[in-house]
């Protein structure tokens, strides 16, 4: 699938708890860019 995105991420780990770690901070990331996004179009 990585020549179907803009941005590929590889973990490598074979650690699924390592991976999933680092889903969750991109996710949180990306929702507090998005929020912040979304203030400033407010203003």
């Known amino acids: 699938l990585k ?4 941005y590929y991420i590889h973990v490598p780990s074979d ?3 390592r991976i999933e770690d680092l889903h ?3 996710a949180h990331l ?3 860019y998005l929020t912040k996004m979304k203030k400033n179009e407010k203003n």
Do not use: A, E, M, T
């Open 3 to 6: 020549d179907k995105v803009d």
């Open 15 to 17: 650690h699924y708890g």
């Open 24 to 26: 969750l901070v991109l």
């Open 30 to 32: 990306i929702s507090s």
